[in-house]
């Protein structure tokens, strides 16, 4: 079915911003990209979803493999005890000599899950073949696998702008006609806003043309 994704403004990486923008997405390619009015114009059987202040590429996770293997993201039934941030480092210690590969399993799908609320939809491996309960968790979830970028190393947070990137750096690539339809929406004005409060402000992550986070 083909949809069409609006939004204040879209910012597609490697081309002008759109104000009043949109996104048609047939299957999981963007079949449009521009003004509202004429996207809608074009496919007018589409239905519309509109979005609130940006719609941009999806993000990249460089710190995947850590936030999945050297994190545990407690289970909201476990928030009294632990809270509900990832924990690391001598907290993660502490849990992994107990942990069995069940509880394990299940911090590496609700990472996944967080990763697309902050409008992730490529991470950074490896994701070695020995390690075959990430690696299907990986794939269930669709988000897709990308080689190391390179750059200075950051403290693994959930959030790809923690790292001090702007959008261009951080983004998984451009929107682009007949690219793949990765892109996430932030309820924020403009791009200076998404970097001052980071990705914590994504209201949607669309993954190979799926709708696969909304914010409530």
Known sequence: ML??????????????????GAVAVDGDRIAAIGPYEEVVAAH??????????????????DRARELLTRCY????READELGELP???????????TMDTARRAGSVRRGLQRMLR?????????FGADEPALRTALSRSGLVQVPAAGGPAAPPD??????????????????????????AAFDVPDEAALRAGGARHCVATVLAGRLVHRAR
């Not at 993201?73 to 909201?76: A, F, K, N, S």
């Not at 690391?88 to 502490?94: I, S, Y």
Request: aromatic share 6%; charged share 15%; net charge negative.
């Open 44 to 61: 007018p059987a589409a239905r519309v979803r509109r979005w609130p202040g940006l719609l941009t590429p999806g993000l990249r996770q």
């Open 3 to 20: 949809t069409v994704h609006a939004a204040p403004l879209v910012l597609p990486v490697g081309a002008a911003a759109v104000a009043e």
């Open 118 to 126: 902050y409008g992730t939809t490529h991470v950074v491996g490896p």
């Open 87 to 97: 924990l690391w480092g001598d907290e993660f210690e502490r849990l992994a000599a």
């Open 158 to 183: 959930l959030d790809p702008f923690a790292a001090g990137g702007d959008l261009a750096t951080t983004a998984h690539g451009p929107l682009t006609v007949g690219g793949r339809a990765d892109f």
């Open 73 to 76: 993201h407690p289970d909201p």
